[in-house]
């Protein structure tokens, strides 16, 4: 749009002063040489200057339509609307006709001076007069924009934005959060300067390039209360004299994965790098390679609590259009210990628009997706949506998270807690008195939050030893068998967090070659108090002769021998364990509480335990690896004077042989 008015005006004068004279609105001499000289001044960029002489022009000539409208623009560029208003105004009392996209201009105007229905009115006006097709377009685009955000702003979320605290902002700027499921360790992108007594003679003065600022990566503690703690640099091999930054924690924070541009492994602009926590700090980045990077831009990377799927911006071909959100899935792990990736995705139309989509997020919850956008209805620039995943596992149209969320700067970066209840972003120093970037965090609204997630936290070790063990996670979901999370523990402490999706009843397994597995069970459905996670310690035994392990998942229909559907998981991983341990021999062993007579319960262990013998011989284990055996209720590991007892004795084991 000022570009438009701009070279108009800069047009006006391009002849001679003697053949100009006829060109212009009016023939005052005088007016049109004060006029000349405010226009090369404010080319200039000469803006106090420029006013005053094209204030002189207009005291010459009072109706004098060219100096108006630079005034317009020259109002416009200081972002004070009242007078770029009452100037273009002005302009259109003398010549409504002169330059019709002074009405487009006023709608832009009355916009950002927050008022509508004047905005709309001139917009319309414009559409009348203009016969620029494209002109018109973008005028309906403003009206729309426009309805969205008078209805937005006249019903306002409830926002309570908090800082982050002096811990974590300060006078530089603070973006890009990423937070673990527990809430306890904050990873943030630092702009800082690169000499600081250069920073401390120029200050704000000092232009934000790279020339004099670097992106680095801090980190800060949560204490006892939740409170951050003073943030440091995050220790390691990431932090370099380039840019580092849009990052991304696994969940359970031993995982990152970053941005880094213009480096000598890149394959395009910028790609997307992995590293992961030792007992020395970060590792030395590595280039996570195709399909994910490319030789087009690379950017912003989220990996999912899901501990499987990595989502990114990129601005490749065969997309909606600019830069869209790509997925991809995990394929494995390198034996240098980086995640390699697969069967790459664009999110589809229904995420992407032919402007640009920025920083997507998805919920600990697998369903809910949150990130900015340009391209969807708006209150201008980069705003924060979010979208739900349906029945079909479609994404639904994206919602607006509505006004003080949005504004018509840009919002990216939205993050929000497992638990579903806070959301964490950055914006430009909204009530900071530095007005740099901090980071906040507000209570989400209910219609705007996620399925809320607990998560089981611990360590993995030696049974016999007590040596920390870093083991693989899994867990499935009882009802379809899908694994709905992996995860890795700590290489080096055995420490390991696993996200729980509240809703469904899940197998969850840990395991570490040379060891038996565990097992687990999860049964979230029904209301559970997001809260109070879970604490478990895991003893992995030696895979050698006497050791056994306790299938939680095995299930049979009461007073029967029949399996449930569910044990499919379950079984189906004891498989796994004997085709990748193939000289092991097991015992498969029944356990009943003591309900009924001796007899009867003694019948009934030994039945199911045939019943997961002939599931996997069925299932292609030969069957001289294995035996099964009933015991009845003589092996009892808890009372059965309770029903809780009574539900722990009633157990399948498998023992090595």
């Keep these: 749009m000022r570009k438009t008015l701009l070279l108009f ?42 006013k005053e002489l094209l204030f002189k022009a207009l005291d010459k000539e009072a109706g004098f339509m060219e100096p108006m409208l630079l005034l317009g623009d020259l109002y416009h560029s200081q972002k004070q609307w009242d007078k770029e208003l009452e100037i273009l105004q002005k302009a259109l009392n003398v010549d409504s006709t002169f330059y019709v996209p002074t009405y487009y201009n006023i709608g832009i105007a009355a916009y950002h001076a927050e008022k509508y229905d004047l905005s709309i009115e001139h917009f319309k006006r414009y559409q009348e007069l203009s016969k620029n097709e494209e002109g018109r377009k973008r005028a309906e685009t403003m009206i729309n924009r426009v309805a969205f955000v008078k209805e937005a702003k006249a019903n306002p979320y409830d926002i309570d934005l908090k800082s982050a605290g002096e811990g ?7 973006y890009w959060p990423s937070i673990t499921a527990d809430e306890q360790t904050m990873v943030i992108t630092v702009l800082m300067p690169r000499d600081m007594q250069l920073y401390r003679e120029k200050g704000e003065e000092l232009p934000k390039s790279s020339v004099f600022y670097q992106e680095d ?63 020395q700090g970060w590792s030395a980045p590595v280039n996570i390679g195709a399909p994910v990077n490319s030789p087009f831009w690379e950017s912003q990377p989220h990996f999912a609590a899901d501990g499987q799927t990595l989502y990114f911006i990129s601005n490749r071909g065969k997309g909606a259009g600019g830069k869209d959100i790509w997925r991809a899935t ?23 628009t032919r402007g640009d989509e920025n920083s997507p997020f998805l919920h600990h919850d ?12 708006g209150m201008g620039g980069m705003d924060l949506f979010m979208s739900r995943k349906d029945e079909e596992g479609k994404w639904i149209s994206p919602k607006n998270m509505g006004y003080p969320i949005n504004t018509s700067k840009d919002e990216i970066g939205l993050i929000v807690t497992a638990k579903g209840d806070k959301a964490y972003f950055s914006s430009d120093g909204r009530g900071a008195e530095t007005g740099a970037k901090d980071i906040y965090s507000f209570r989400l609204p209910e219609e705007l939050r996620p399925n809320p997630v607990l998560y089981v936290k611990g360590k993995v070790y030696d049974v016999e030893t007590g040596e920390v063990l870093p083991a693989d996670f899994q867990l499935k979901s009882l009802q379809t068998g899908e694994t709905v999370i992996r995860s890795h523990g700590n290489s080096f402490s055995g420490e390991f967090l696993v996200s729980l999706p509240v809703g469904g009843e899940y197998a969850f397994k840990a395991d570490h070659p040379g060891y038996l597995f565990y097992s687990g069970n999860f049964n979230l ?29 095995v299930f049979f229909e009461t007073d029967s021998y029949e399996l449930k559907p569910e044990s499919k998981v379950e079984l189906d991983e004891v498989i796994e364990f004997l085709n990748n341990n193939p000289g092991v021999r097991i015992m498969l062993e029944g356990h009943t509480d003591n309900v009924g007579t001796e007899e009867y319960n003694l019948t009934l262990s030994e039945n199911r335990a045939r019943a997961v013998y002939n599931y996997l011989v069925k299932e292609g284990i030969d069957e001289n690896r294995l035996e099964y055996k009933g015991y009845g209720f003589s092996q009892p590991v808890e009372s059965n004077q309770t029903k809780e007892g009574r539900a722990r004795n009633r157990r399948t084991e498998m023992r090595i042989l």
């Design 9 to 50: 005006i800069l047009l006006s004068g391009i002849s001679l002063f003697s053949e100009a004279q006829s060109r212009y609105s009016v023939d005052n001499k005088r007016a049109i040489k004060f006029y000349q000289e405010g226009r090369s001044q404010y080319a200039a960029g000469n803006l106090e200057e420029a």
């Design 168 to 174: 974590v902002n300060s006078e530089f700027d603070e």
């Design 217 to 279: 990566f801090y980190v800060s503690q949560a204490d006892s209360n939740g409170q951050w703690q003073d943030r440091h640099v995050l220790l390691g091999h990431l932090n370099t004299r380039s840019n580092e930054g849009a990052q991304t924690l696994s969940a359970d924070g031993n995982w990152m994965f970053y941005t880094g541009c213009g480096r000598s492994d890149s394959k395009g602009s910028c790609d997307i790098y992995f590293s992961r926590k030792t007992n």
């Design 330 to 352: 995990l394929q494995g792990i390198k034996e240098d210990g980086t995640p390699y990736f697969g069967d790459l995705k664009n999110l589809g139309d229904t995420i992407n």
């Design 366 to 377: 697998g369903e809910t997706l949150y990130f900015s956008s340009n391209g969807h209805q």
């Design 525 to 553: 459905k029904g209301d559970h108090p997001v809260d109070k996670p879970y604490y478990l310690d895991i003893g992995l035994k030696p895979i050698k002769e006497g050791a056994t392990v306790r299938l939680e998942n």
